[in-house]
């Protein structure tokens, strides 16, 4: 499975970024994909991730209300609307998806960056 993010950038705070996160390859068996960041000297953590098995979703505390994870599956293409972003939400944004064969495997887009502006 190869993950392509696009749609990162510098935007201001209060404003809105829709990042995109292209699946090709062998895509079947996929159990969830999600988003990570990682912001200078910080660990990497969760964003938002979304099941396939009913299309359940979880955010991080930090960006419930502003973020939505979504997924057209026709496109195998999933997405991250930012809304009312933050300074603290400046990071590489990395795309992930979990696929389930014999045992899960988690691959990872090359990661896009993400800079809000006070």
């Known amino acids: 499975v190869q993950l392509v993010e696009s749609g990162g950038g510098l935007v201001q705070a209060g404003g809105s970024l829709r990042l995109s996160c292209a699946a090709s390859?062998?895509?079947?068996?996929?159990?969830?994909m999600g988003w990570y960041r990682q912001a200078p000297g910080k660990q990497r953590e969760l964003v938002a991730i979304?099941?396939?098995?009913?299309?359940?979703?979880n955010y991080a505390d930090s960006v419930k209300g502003r973020f939505t994870i979504s997924r057209d599956n026709a496109k195998n293409t999933m997405y991250l609307q930012m809304n009312s972003v933050k300074p603290e939400d400046t990071a590489v944004y990395y795309c992930v998806a979990d696929q389930i064969l014999r045992e899960l495997v988690r691959y990872w887009g090359q990661g896009t960056q993400v800079t809000v502006s006070s």
């Open positions: 979304m099941f396939s098995s009913g299309g359940s979703t």
């Open positions: 390859g062998r895509t079947f068996s996929i159990n969830a």
